[in-house]
Structures are given as structure tokens and as C-alpha cells.
């Protein structure tokens, strides 16, 4: 079956403009989770949903950053006056549900170059 | 504060030769343990995972972890690697109670060389 997906792959902007990164996750799967990997790191967690419930924002570095997810379907991650810092590999991953850690698939992540 | 290191940035070794992939995890409440592997220019991929029961639990491509309470430690262990076995590997952990957000390690960029 589909595995998550993520758009766009690549994504390069100037310093200041606003950036919109895509996820769908595996039908079915309830939670969905970002993540952000920069060069040299460890993948950083940045938002969380489950279901109808409101979103877990303790990752996010600013409020810049921003996330909307309509149900259990497609979830946007914006990031608003980008900054060459927001340069990163952003992942989404997508489980079936949290009330064991069931196993999260993660999709192919958009690379984002600020510039 | 949870966290999860790993020790080695890079580790190179010859095809055939064992690896052990160290990691070690601090958390004040019980954990769930993960090893990811990411093949390059792909996706994280599930290799194994520690949830309950025997401490020592096996995944794919002959892969192997042990969970070591004591030491909070789970290390990945392989007896023989194969060049197909070149990837970078990331230890996460998640916090019993929680959300299930995974706090992942900086990753090991394994690197087998014939």
C-alpha cells in the first residue's frame, strides 16, 4: 500500500518569504508527527496531532512555525519569514495510533534551502 | 531531561566484520527503544525496536539490539555486515505516557568498505 508522502521534495526559497510543506500520511493512521532533521543532527520533534484533538506545538522553535492537519487526512507545516536556520530536512511520520508507540512510518522528508 | 546519545559519529569497518552501533538513553520514567536506519538520498526506515519482554530483540537485514536497563544502553549489533549495510543509523527513544514523539540520537554514519 501507500506509504506517507510528502511534497514538495525539494524546496528553496529566499530569506523572509513564507513556505508551505506538505504531508499525507497512511490512511488510517490517526497520529501524524513532524519532525525536523538539520545537517549533522538527530531528527528534532516539532508537532504532533491525534485525531480531532488539539495538537501537541512543544516542538516548535518559534512562532513562526506553524501546522494544520484537517482530520485525519493531509496536514500543512508553515513556516512563516523564513531564516537560513530553518534550513533542514522536515519529516513527517505517521502512526495508527499512541496509546502504545506503535510504529511510526516516516515519509521521504522535504529538503528546504533558505537562501 | 530525556536524551539519547550516540557515541560514535562514524564508525568504518571491512564487509564481513562484526559492528556495534552504541547508544545510550536517559529518561527518569520506563522508555520504548527504536533503531532507524536511513539508506542514502531515503526515508528512515524501522530496523527494530524494544517494547517489553526479552531484552534482547532482533530486526531486519540480521540486525540485533540488547536493552540494558542497568546501563541504559541499547546497542545495535550486527556479526557480519555486507556494503548494502552503508547507511546512517539513529537510536530514538519515547517516554512511556507520552504522545509517543520519538527523541532521537544525532545518528552514526556506518560506512562498509570492501
Known amino acids: 500500500g501507500a506509504g506517507v508522502s510528502q511534497s514538495p521534495s525539494n524546496k528553496v526559497t529566499e530569506k523572509g518569504k513564507d513556505v508551505e510543506l506538505r504531508c499525507d500520511p497512511i490512511?488510517?493512521?490517526?497520529?501524524l508527527y513532524w519532525y525536523r532533521q538539520r545537517l549533522g543532527q538527530g531528527l528534532e520533534f516539532l508537532i504532533y496531532?491525534?485525531?480531532?484533538?488539539?495538537?501537541?506545538k512543544s516542538g516548535l522553535p518559534s512562532d513562526r512555525f506553524s501546522a494544520e492537519r484537517t482530520g485525519e487526512s493531509v496536514s500543512t507545516l508553515t513556516i512563516q519569514r523564513t531564516q537560513q536556520e530553518d534550513s533542514a530536512v522536515y519529516l513527517c511520520?505517521?502512526?495508527?495510533?499512541?496509546?502504545?508507540?506503535?510504529?511510526?512510518?516516516f515519509g521521504p522528508g522535504t529538503r528546504l534551502t533558505v537562501t | 531531561a530525556q536524551s539519547v546519545t550516540q557515541l560514535d559519529s562514524q564508525v568504518p569497518v571491512f564487509e564481513e566484520a562484526p559492528v556495534e552501533l552504541r547508544c545510550n538513553y536517559s529518561?527518569?520514567?520506563?522508555?520504548?527503544l527504536f533503531w532507524y536506519v536511513q539508506y542514502p538520498n531515503q526515508g528512515l526506515q524501522l530496523l527494530l525496536k524494544?517494547?517489553?519482554?526479552?531484552?534482547l530483540v532482533k530486526g531486519i537485514n540480521g540486525f540485533e539490539a540488547e536493552f540494558n536497563k542497568s546501563q541504559t544502553s541499547f546497542h545495535l549489533r550486527k556479526p557480519s555486515v555486507h556494503i548494502s549495510d552503508t547507511a546512517e543509523y539513529f537510536c530514538?527513544?519515547?517516554?512511556?505516557?507520552?504522545?509517543?514523539?520519538?527523541?532521537f540520537g544525532k545518528g552514526t554514519k556506518l560506512s562498509v568498505k570492501p
Open positions: 524494544y517494547l517489553s519482554g526479552s531484552t
Open positions: 490512511s488510517g493512521h490517526t497520529a
Open positions: 511520520a505517521s502512526s495508527l495510533s499512541t496509546s502504545a508507540p506503535y510504529e511510526q512510518y
Open positions: 530514538a527513544v519515547s517516554e512511556e505516557g507520552s504522545q509517543g514523539n520519538l527523541i
Open positions: 496531532f491525534q485525531g480531532n484533538s488539539a495538537p501537541d
Open positions: 529518561s527518569s520514567v520506563s522508555v520504548y
